[in-house]
């Protein structure tokens, strides 16, 4: 049995679980921004933010980091230049992440600091990374 193709396969699946919820979260974001604090809707919002993040988001960000490097280091890849340029990518990408769960931690305080205009913009940061990750695995274009 060849373990590497289950650890990718692992990989992967916690790749698109990861991404879903990034993309998902800084959507709702965008109607808590707009959402008075105290009310129903705000209050449901809070819920759904932090079981996103601590039920989908950060276990598959764990595992995809876990299996990816093994997978990496399996397939004798970790040294190779796309790989590098990957590894930046999925650095900046858990910085987003990390950002994300900051900004949790904001509206669970009832703080309103940034708007649902900002939180649009946000919502395509991960979807810019996930595009050049997407194609650099690839097309290993170096």
């Known amino acids: 049995?060849?373990?590497?193709l289950w650890i990718k396969a692992l990989h992967i699946i916690a790749v698109i679980s990861?991404?879903?919820?990034?993309?998902?979260l800084p959507r709702l974001y965008v109607y808590h921004a707009g959402a008075k604090p105290g009310t129903e809707l705000s209050e449901t919002l809070k819920i759904m933010e932090r079981r996103l993040l601590r039920f989908i988001i950060n276990p598959a960000m764990i595992?995809?980091?876990i299996a990816g490097?093994?997978?990496a280091y399996l397939q004798d890849q970790y040294m190779d230049p796309?790989?590098?340029a990957k590894l930046v990518c999925v650095v900046l990408l858990s910085a987003v992440h990390g950002e994300l769960a900051r900004y949790r931690k904001e509206f669970d305080r009832d703080e309103r600091k940034r708007s649902a205009k900002f939180f649009r913009?946000?919502?395509e940061v991960p979807t810019v990374l996930m595009i050049i990750i997407v194609f650099l695995?690839?097309?290993k274009p170096f």
């Open 18 to 24: 990861w991404m879903a919820g990034m993309l998902y």
């Open 63 to 65: 595992v995809a980091w």
């Open 1 to 4: 049995m060849d373990w590497a």
């Open 121 to 123: 913009i946000i919502n």
């Open 69 to 71: 490097l093994l997978t």
């Open 82 to 84: 796309w790989f590098h």
């Open 137 to 139: 695995v690839i097309l």
